[in-house]
């Protein structure tokens, strides 16, 4: 089951995310108000088509980070400031055996030795 759940987040939230990364850079708008996305934008438009790339890779390595972070700390690995947390998870009522951080983690090296990932 962890493995399933760690597919379909992979897909949910870095790959999904990419896409809308993508499409905010990609379509950049005039009439944008936020003076992050101007700044985020101005910089795209600033870089060659390798360092996009880069960006794009940098990204969705980040994203991968946050989610193995988030995983560890729910499977007792990474630990909350000094504060005694405990965390009984379950996937379709299957327990997760504090296992979520490693099957992500072994879900992206698949990817990486498939090539899919760099």
Same mark, same amino acid.
């Given at each position: 089951?962890?493995?399933?759940?760690?597919?379909?987040?992979?897909?949910?939230?870095?790959?999904?995310?990419?896409?809308?990364?993508?499409?905010?850079?990609?379509?950049?708008?005039?009439?944008?108000?936020?003076?992050?996305?101007? $700044?985020?934008?101005?910089?795209?438009?600033?870089? #060659? &088509?390798? /360092?996009?790339?880069? %960006?794009?890779? *940098?990204?969705?390595?980040?994203?991968?980070?946050?989610?193995?972070?988030?995983?560890?700390?729910?499977?007792?690995?990474?630990?909350?400031?000094?504060?005694?947390?405990?965390?009984? $998870?379950?996937?379709?009522?299957?327990?997760?055996? #504090? &296992?979520? /951080?490693?099957?992500? %983690?072994?879900? *992206?090296?698949?990817?990486?030795?498939?090539?899919?990932?760099?």
């Amino acid at each position: 089951m962890n493995e399933v759940f760690a597919r379909k987040i992979y897909d949910a939230i870095v790959e999904d995310n990419i896409s809308i990364y993508h499409k905010l850079f990609i379509e950049a708008s005039n009439e944008d108000t936020i003076e992050y996305w101007k $700044l985020a934008r101005s910089l795209y438009q600033n870089i #060659d &088509d390798q /360092q996009k790339e880069i %960006l794009f890779h *940098i990204i969705r390595q980040v994203i991968i980070d946050t989610i193995s972070n988030v995983f560890g700390t729910l499977d007792g690995i990474c630990y909350l400031s000094e504060d005694d947390w405990e965390f009984n $998870l379950t996937i379709n009522g299957q327990d997760t055996d #504090d &296992d979520l /951080q490693d099957t992500f %983690l072994a879900y *992206i090296e698949e990817l990486i030795e498939s090539g899919e990932l760099i």
